[in-house]
């Protein structure tokens, strides 16, 4: 194999580029990215980058000295069109092709929109250019802020408009934030979590549209519930989950299905092209969480220079959050049929005491996830063993 193209130059894309140098590969090694940036950390965008508590110069992923390293080649600012496996290339959106020998799809997840986003004043927040428009209006004095969706990246963006000074409401079609991802009972205590902050929570509630008008013509000044409610707005944020960016890959012929679908080696259906990050469906599953990007490259690059799936990825699912001072954690995987008890900590109010709580899933006799509020300790304790007795991921049909 001469020439490997990674598509994507984000998270995942950077570590199987770092994977394909300490596995040996000592041919050509490209890199495409649709963002004229390098490769940076996408988690701080809704923390301490929005509240100014970190500059974009602490966003980076690699530097000059790695890149050195890699040795790579890197089309920054142009994406993928399409993936012409005959002629064994990848074809870019301003009509260049960069011959290959094999491919790592890394090209990630674009924000879901909702129509209209595109008014003054309503962002989504997925890139360091989002991040930078949102920064640029939250810093110029108070404002209204509606966040349409309360998972984690609108939770995380309220908390941190909230530690701004603005007047914030959250916009959830859920009867409670996060309750796909934590069930009802933990989604209630993060729930708390936002009361206790100040931030006003409407559940049960669905977009209907924006309004339009005030002192910047065009600019947003309100959102519009399928109610007939109104929410006064200056800034709308939406996070209602993002879409994986698999359009350019439409006549590759890869099994598509909510992403690039994948074996528990990360490979597909075509021969030297294997998927990565928030992109791939590795056995069944899709996982958009920075540990899942970090880890599935060293199987997929593994499964790409061998040929043949030779390493299953199975991390066992976590991910993290932080709001309002307070560190949430999860690991494991959780059914809606388990049931849940807080073995460590206390609530007040239906929130979290300042000790933190610490929270597992059981089925019968067997503990199958964990959540943390500020008890890091314990729940790397329990996040181990659960990664010890973990089932293996399984083999998914290409």
Same mark, same amino acid.
């Given at each position: 194999? !001469?020439? #490997?193209? &990674? $598509? @994507?130059?984000?998270?995942? %894309?950077?570590?199987? *580029?770092?994977?394909?140098? /300490?596995? =040996?590969?000592?041919?050509?090694?490209?890199?495409?990215?649709?963002?004229?940036?390098?490769?940076?950390?996408?988690?701080?965008?809704?923390?301490?980058?929005?509240?100014?508590?970190?500059?974009?110069?602490?966003?980076?992923?690699?530097?000059?000295?790695?890149?050195?390293?890699?040795?790579?080649?890197?089309?920054?600012?142009?994406?993928?069109?399409?993936?012409?496996?005959?002629?064994?290339?990848?074809?870019?959106?301003?009509?260049?092709?960069?011959?290959?020998?094999?491919?790592?799809?890394?090209?990630?997840?674009?924000?879901?929109?909702?129509?209209?986003?595109?008014?003054?004043?309503?962002?989504?927040?997925?890139?360091?250019?989002?991040?930078?428009?949102?920064?640029?209006?939250?810093?110029?004095?108070? !404002?209204? #802020?509606? &966040? $349409? @969706?309360?998972?984690?990246? %609108?939770?995380?963006? *309220?908390?941190?408009?909230? /530690?701004? =000074?603005?007047?914030?409401?959250?916009?959830?079609?859920?009867?409670?934030?996060?309750?796909?991802?934590?069930?009802?009972?933990?989604?209630?205590?993060?729930?708390?979590?936002?009361?206790?902050?100040?931030?006003?929570?409407?559940?049960?509630?669905?977009?209907?549209?924006?309004?339009?008008?005030?002192?910047?013509?065009?600019?947003?000044?309100?959102?519009?519930?399928?109610?007939?409610?109104?929410?006064?707005?200056?800034?709308?944020?939406?996070?209602?989950?993002?879409?994986?960016?698999?359009?350019?890959?439409?006549?590759?012929?890869?099994?598509?299905?909510?992403?690039?679908?994948?074996?528990?080696?990360?490979?597909?259906?075509?021969?030297?092209?294997?998927?990565?990050?928030?992109?791939?469906?590795?056995?069944?599953?899709?996982?958009?969480?920075?540990?899942?990007?970090?880890?599935?490259?060293? *199987?997929?690059?593994?499964?790409?220079?061998?040929?043949?799936?030779?390493?299953?990825?199975?991390?066992?699912?976590?991910?993290?959050?932080?709001?309002?001072?307070?560190?949430?954690?999860?690991?494991?995987?959780?059914?809606?049929?388990?049931?849940?008890?807080?073995?460590?900590?206390?609530?007040?109010?239906?929130?979290?005491?300042?000790?933190?709580?610490?929270?597992?899933?059981?089925?019968?006799?067997?503990?199958?996830?964990?959540?943390?509020?500020?008890?890091?300790?314990?729940?790397?304790?329990?996040?181990?063993?659960?990664?010890?007795?973990?089932?293996?991921?399984?083999?998914?049909?290409?």
């Amino acid at each position: 194999m !001469r020439t #490997v193209t &990674v $598509v @994507g130059a984000s998270l995942s %894309g950077l570590y199987a *580029a770092r994977e394909l140098r /300490a596995q =040996g590969f000592d041919g050509r090694l490209v890199i495409v990215g649709a963002e004229p940036h390098l490769p940076y950390d996408r988690p701080p965008l809704s923390k301490n980058f929005l509240t100014g508590h970190a500059g974009e110069d602490q966003l980076a992923l690699t530097d000059a000295e790695e890149s050195a390293q890699l040795d790579a080649a890197w089309l920054l600012g142009v994406g993928a069109r399409g993936l012409d496996t005959r002629g064994r290339a990848v074809v870019l959106g301003d009509g260049r092709t960069v011959p290959t020998d094999g491919v790592v799809v890394a090209t990630g997840a674009s924000a879901r929109r909702l129509p209209g986003d595109g008014l003054p004043g309503v962002h989504t927040l997925r890139t360091l250019d989002d991040a930078r428009a949102l920064r640029a209006e939250l810093t110029a004095g108070p !404002r209204r #802020v509606v &966040v $349409v @969706g309360g998972g984690f990246v %609108g939770a995380e963006t *309220a908390s941190s408009c909230i /530690a701004l =000074g603005h007047g914030v409401t959250i916009v959830e079609v859920a009867p409670l934030p996060l309750v796909p991802q934590l069930g009802p009972e933990m989604a209630a205590v993060c729930a708390a979590l936002h009361r206790r902050a100040g931030t006003r929570l409407v559940t049960g509630a669905a977009v209907a549209g924006f309004q339009v008008g005030g002192a910047a013509p065009g600019a947003v000044t309100g959102v519009e519930l399928r109610d007939g409610r109104v929410l006064p707005a200056d800034v709308v944020i939406v996070g209602i989950g993002a879409v994986p960016n698999t359009g350019w890959l439409a006549d590759s012929g890869l099994h598509l299905q909510d992403g690039v679908v994948c074996d528990a080696g990360c490979a597909t259906a075509l021969p030297n092209v294997v998927a990565v990050g928030d992109v791939a469906r590795v056995g069944g599953i899709r996982a958009e969480h920075w540990t899942s990007a970090t880890e599935q490259p060293r *199987a997929a690059v593994a499964s790409l220079l061998a040929g043949r799936t030779v390493e299953s990825a199975r991390p066992l699912p976590y991910f993290w959050s932080d709001q309002y001072g307070a560190r949430i954690q999860f690991a494991g995987r959780r059914h809606p049929a388990d049931t849940v008890r807080i073995v460590e900590g206390d609530l007040d109010d239906g929130a979290p005491t300042a000790d933190g709580v610490l929270a597992l899933y059981e089925r019968g006799d067997r503990t199958t996830a964990v959540l943390s509020v500020n008890r890091p300790r314990p729940f790397l304790r329990v996040r181990r063993e659960l990664a010890r007795t973990a089932d293996p991921v399984e083999p998914a049909p290409l």
